[in-house]
């Protein structure tokens, strides 16, 4: 009989959970929202997942993703912009004194990068990036076989390189930042700028526009992954890595952004380092990050 | 008694030689011309030089250091356009056989960092980067505790990942690379759009010029520190880094164009991945790349 694990990712808005067998295949999945304010509630929500499953199986790990800067030498979520409860705390101590069950804790882009390398479309490979494209940008380096962190945990801030010196302003207070671009917030951005905007544009429904045939709705998508692959060129040639995986929401538009960003890799990077690399969609998406995290737990307990 | 390596650097022009201890001290060097256009010609001018310190020590191994796109799966020099002799031969081998002693060849960037990392400013660093600055801009990573080389050894064109979408036209083909901004190369163009140079006008002229207060030249090398520190972010931001060490022949100007730079990386950087990388100046220049040849040798024999 197979061990079973949790992969749980706390976002912004939501908490979605996911019960896996020890390959990462998914057998039954929660969600509720997220308690963004209040961190006694937040791990009270979480508890209630993982009782949940706990009443159909015995669980050997429960794995986190978590939107924000996570430390990896102290364990302390420094930054969780849109879960403010979470900022300087040791969440996955208290989820383990919480849960008395194997937990450990990751940055939801990693959990992704961990996810598609482990059980998806990254499988096998030596060298990989994950990015995840929704409201903002995320992204995820396994290099030389293992999940690449850096010095303090805080490696993977794609979508923080600057493609444009004095591009859009960003959030965290540089200007021409990849997610400023390459991003739901970024597509809707760019659909304003083209005057193809009003107040209830979305990138969904500019995708909805693209796929119905509305030109400029493909010329923003067309664009936008221009700019991807110029990431993606970057992250060959700098890194000579085997495969770009992308999931996301934003990803539903799938080839359209990718085709895209394929064709811009492609004149940009290095000829030799372009044909080591595959750029290609994600497997796991919705269940990148969840997956993701059940394996971590399934690695580390 | 110790050890005695032998690091090499074959450029465009020169080969330059270096007889080292086992901890990377410098004993003697000397320098030939590169017969940049015959293999044969080439070869012998190295087994000169290795033969002449061969006199005085037994020697426990070569390492060589080559501009060019060293495959490191197949050992074959791939691409070294300025040594076309070198394209597509497997020099490793061919010197191995003349020498008849232990050679390892290596990128000139990759040894220049491998140099700083076991001998220089990076030493004890588990993740740095070294980047070059002369003609172009060359550049070797240490991830990990490990030279990372990536799928074939293609890994560290951070001169060619791209700044500026619709910038400069490089060498390579694509536009906006980094190394059309910062190299010698580069900071002659830039002096070219500002009206501010002649048919004489070097690098190095108008680094003269600068530290003779011409508020021009040192506008060049500010705007130059500038991108050069858009790349450090960039490395910051996505590697979390603990340390980039900068050499090369443009690097004379020292302060003037790290200290822009650093400016760039801080304003860029996320806070708390900036605060772990130190960007500091080459200990080993100009002998990083023989330095690093020597120790490569050594931790292959």
Known sequence: MGMNYIGIDIGGTGIKAALTDDSGIVLETLKTPTPAENLNDLIAAVSRLVAKFQQEV???GVGVGIAGLLNARTRIMETSPNIPCLNEVDIEKQLREALSV???????????????WT?????????MAYITIGTGLGCGLVLGGHMFRG?????????HTVVEPRGRPCACGSHGCLETRVSATGIVLTAREMNAANDNTTAESLYEAATKGDRTAQSIFEETGRYLGIACANLINLLNIEAIVVGG?????GDLLLGAARAEAQRRAFPSSARDCAIVQSQLWPDSGTIG???LARDTA
Not at 119 to 127: E, K, P, S, T
């Open 58 to 60: 015995t669980v050997s």
């Open 102 to 116: 194997h937990v450990i804790t990751e940055n939801d882009a990693k959990a992704g990068a961990y996810g598609e």
């Open 119 to 127: 059980a998806g479309a990254g499988r096998g490979r030596r060298h």
């Open 151 to 159: 010095t303090s945990g805080y490696a993977g801030e794609l979508g």
């Open 249 to 253: 929401g934003v990803m539903a538009s």
């Open 293 to 295: 995290a059940a394996m």
